[in-house]
């Protein structure tokens, strides 16, 4: 027992730069004093004490702000940070080394009995205020932004935001250097891809850009078959996008596309 709780102070110094020394931690993270809490009302939970189990999460749901129920599972270095608002449900499962922010909900869609809360796996994050509703998996290492509202399951590593949630695709390294490279070759700046840009705005504009090289590709390997055959065809300069053909054009935020 001493040893978890070890592991838990531990864990806060590794997750937040504000903590300073145990004693703070102690006397001042209610999110540590709720997971504490519920290791006890879930061992009566267990031990089929279940109105006191339920009286002790009510008790630290008022002292914390932090709502509980002693049938959810719960691993190891758990941490909850600030903590205001968050709730999880009777059937939420967390693995180890997980994270969440304040206002978070681990929630369910369903008045059926059985399993309605997620399943959060090892290292996920959680922002503040995040809604993940349903009886599904969130996969180790995940991330879920802020505000997100999650209804479905998100693979391990993947990163999931808005509302509904959305997993982020990003392209490798490779896909992105050409990307960059066709929207150079034809004068725009591969303004679809900055980070500052809606996810499904950039994912729409880099599968264009995918799509212009293929066909650029194409044109190039036919120019070549034209040219063995002896028409000059392709020697035509293609006429130039000028910069200043599109310098009224901006973004949702007011700044120039190319």
Sequence with gaps: MFERMREDIQSIFH??????NTLEVL??????????????????WCADWKLLARLVSHVSRWLTGIEIHPGARIGRRFFIDHGMGVVIGETAEIGDDVTLYHGVTL??????????????????IVGA??????????????????????TREVPAGATAVGIPGRVIVKPDAEQQAKRQAIAEKFGFDAYGLGQEMPDPVAHAIGQLLDHLQAVDNRL????????????DYCAKELPALREE?????????GKPMV
């Design 129 to 150: 205020g995040a809604k993940i509703l349903g009886p599904f998996t969130v996969g180790a290492g995940a991330k879920i932004g802020s505000n997100a509202v999650v």
């Design 27 to 44: 006397i001042c993270y209610p999110g540590l004093h709720a997971v504490w809490l519920h290791r006890v009302a879930h061992w009566l």
């Design 107 to 124: 929630g369910g869609t369903s008045w059926n009995k059985g399993k309605r809360h997620p399943t959060l796996e090892d290292g996920v």
């Design 245 to 253: 053909d599109f310098a009224g054009v901006k973004d949702e935020s």
């Design 15 to 20: 997750r937040d730069p504000a903590a300073r």
């Design 220 to 231: 190039e390997g036919m120019c070549e078959a034209l040219k063995a055959l002896g028409s």
